[in-house]
Nanobody
Framework: QLQLVESGGDLVKPGGSLRLSCAASGATLNYYGIGWFRQAPGKEREGVSCISASGENVYYADSVKGQFTISIDDAQKTVHLQMNGLQPEDTGVYYC???????????????????????WGQGTAVTVSS
């Protein structure tokens, strides 16, 4: 059973940076996509970015293009989300998720119902405030 554990969330001032990590265990990630979603207080969960297990394909939501960078380590066991220039609107709980690459990319970038995603982490909280 694939398990995902996020880390790296914290309180940061506007303009600051954070690096989130998602560690996978229990299964290999071959042919999977790994994505980050966030949920702001009182709002629906939204897709932020995703990457294929090979690292060849990446996607960013328009709201974070040029601001966030997603990467995957050589062992394909940890995915990172480097977040720069953070603003209060980036506040929320950030969740890591995994599913087949096509499903995950559609969930992040094309509005596929998040209920189709098979694996979720527990989330890590990011607060951007002065």
């Amino acid at each position: 059973q694939l398990q995902l554990v996020e880390s790296g969330g914290d309180l940061v001032k506007p303009g600051g940076s954070l690096r989130l990590s998602c560690a996978a265990s229990g299964a290999t990630l071959n042919y999977y996509g790994i994505g980050w979603f966030r949920q702001a207080p009182g709002k629906e969960r939204e897709g932020v970015s995703c990457i294929s297990a090979s690292g060849e394909n990446v996607y960013y939501a328009d709201s974070v293009k040029g601001q966030f960078t997603i990467s995957i380590d050589d062992a394909q066991k940890t995915v990172h989300l480097q977040m720069n220039g953070l603003q209060p609107e980036d506040t929320g709980v950030y969740y890591c998720a995994v599913d087949w690459e096509g499903v995950l990319f559609k969930a992040v970038g094309a509005g596929l119902d998040l209920g189709y995603i098979s694996y979720w982490g527990q989330g890590t909280a990011v607060t951007v405030s002065s």
